[in-house]
């Protein structure tokens, strides 16, 4: 008996410890759906902004705020203006290896004043540090220039990686350290523009300023520079010094860029506004300000949208919105954008086909009156015109239509006629073929049977500016002479003399 009932309580104490979990277990789920839920501080999802955030970001109701975007907007124009330079003279990765060469700077100092019972991570002695090692890094790659028979590029990549290595190396002894921590050390090289103070913005307006002003004041000396540095001594300039002012210049902009975006993206505020303003312009002066205008709309767009979505980073919301303004100055830019590219190759196209049809329909008529006498009631078959060029029938219809809107040619059952001005421009067209071919036939020794291929392959081969600049020149030259008979007929070594 006093088995069994040992068995007995053994199963009471069971079942007991069973529904007692049961009930934790059902109190602990009641309190979870009861309490409001909360997001884990390990979640980095992004959401949406509500329109509290859009109002107090839009109005800049934040202290913060208005800090950050003030100092971003001064550091993209400076950088814009300064990296209209650079890049004109082919410098543009210049500041990225400024930026990685003052990795151990920012280590260095953090050791000494550290040693020196400072406060090592002050923003004017990592800056400093960072200066020492960036103008260093910037002497290495100059005399590894003018020293060695390697080019810039290659000293560009070998201060990069040599100086941000021996960072990395340094970064890793600072974190060991037992005299302070280095917590924070590593914002230098991602960029922390969200944790900026007033202090840090003081600190970019000036040097963005001094930047700023310095541009201005030696314009017409950095122009000449980056057009032709060797003018520019020959009319006794000091091309050294004038170089040595543009690097200070990016050293300056660069080093008060790292605490916006960090030595990685820093790059990105010289090339690209700079490269996005080439597209709408042809003038310096216009690319400098439009640098300068870019950059600093890039960066307050950038940092909008980090104050809008806090869990994305400031400095690459900045590049990207820099990469934004790219993309579109690329498409849509008014000087070298690709859809007016693409339309002026495409008008130059159609009107190199109207021309080769002008002068078709002239070639077909004078075998009819050689002496080139113009008859309204002259016709040409569609069907001839189509064979003697290696159109398509609807590539000749487009022609054909695109000339009969300019007034040139007629077109009456199946067949084209010239008007009085389409007959003058195919005389002035075939005049104008026909001198290049004697030209090619007497000096450059083309042969008379291929002579007609090869002049024609010109107007294919040059750059739409180039041709529409050398019709111009054409057209302002009125025709005194009559049109020359066809090379290709009758040609004799007495002729070209």
């Not at 920012?106 to 020492?132: E, Q, Y």
């Amino acid at each position: 008996m006093s088995g069994k009932s040992s068995k007995v309580s053994s199963w009471r104490t069971v079942a007991a410890r069973l529904l007692l979990v049961l009930l934790l277990i059902g109190c602990s789920e009641s309190v979870a759906l009861a309490a409001p839920a909360s997001r884990s501080i390990a979640d980095r999802s992004v959401s949406w902004p509500t329109a509290s955030q859009w109002r107090r970001v839009l109005f800049l109701e934040d202290y913060n705020t208005r800090v950050v975007l003030l100092g971003v907007a001064v550091l993209g124009a400076a950088a814009g203006l300064v990296g209209s330079f650079t890049l004109l003279r082919k410098r543009a990765l210049l500041g990225d290896a400024l930026a990685h060469a003052s990795t151990p700077g920012i280590a260095l100092a953090f050791m000494f004043a550290t040693a020196l019972g400072l406060d090592g991570k002050s923003l004017p002695v990592l800056l400093l540090g960072a200066t020492i090692t960036g103008v260093l890094g910037i002497g290495v790659v100059l005399v590894v220039r003018s020293q060695t028979r390697l080019k810039e590029d290659a000293a560009l990549g070998i201060v990069l990686s040599v100086f941000f290595g021996a960072g990395v190396a340094l970064l890793g002894i600072v974190q060991q350290m037992e005299s302070g921590s280095a917590a924070g050390l590593e914002g230098f090289i991602y960029g922390k523009t969200a944790s900026m103070n007033a202090s840090d913005a003081r600190l970019i307006l000036v040097a963005s300023g001094i930047a700023v002003v310095g541009c201005l004041l030696l314009f017409k000396e950095f122009k000449l520079l980056c057009f032709d540095e060797n003018f520019a001594g020959s009319r006794g300039m000091p091309v050294l010094v004038l170089d040595l002012c543009l690097m200070a210049l990016v050293v300056l902009v660069t080093i008060v860029g790292l605490q916006a975006v960090g030595l990685i993206l820093v790059v990105a505020l010289f090339v690209t506004p700079t490269a996005a303003a080439r597209f709408w312009t042809e003038k310096l002066w216009r690319v400098a300000g439009l640098s300068a205008l870019m950059g600093g709309v890039g960066g307050v767009f950038g940092a909008a949208a980090s104050a809008l979505m806090p869990r994305l980073p400031s400095g690459a919301m900045i590049v990207l919105a820099s990469t934004a303004l790219f993309a579109f100055s690329m498409f849509f830019g008014t000087a070298r954008g690709v859809l007016i590219r693409w339309l002026r190759r495409f008008r130059v196209n159609r009107r190199v086909r109207r021309r080769h049809l002008l002068r078709g329909l002239y070639e077909l008529l004078e075998l009819d009156e050689p002496d080139s006498v113009f008859r309204r009631d002259a016709r040409v078959p569609v069907e001839t015109v189509l064979a003697t060029r290696s159109w398509s029938r609807n590539q000749l219809s487009r022609t054909i239509a695109s000339a009969q809107h300019e007034e040139l040619i007629t077109l009456r059952e199946d067949s084209i006629g010239l008007t009085q001005s389409g007959y003058v421009q195919a005389a002035r067209l075939t005049r104008e073929h026909r001198l290049w071919e004697l030209y090619l036939i007497t000096h450059a020794e083309v042969a008379p049977s291929r002579v007609d291929r090869d002049a024609d392959a010109i107007e294919h081969v040059l750059e739409p500016e180039l041709v529409d600049e050398l019709e111009r020149l054409l057209e302002q030259q009125p025709v005194h002479i009559a049109v020359p008979a066809s090379p290709h007929d009758s040609l004799s070594p007495g002729a070209l003399q």
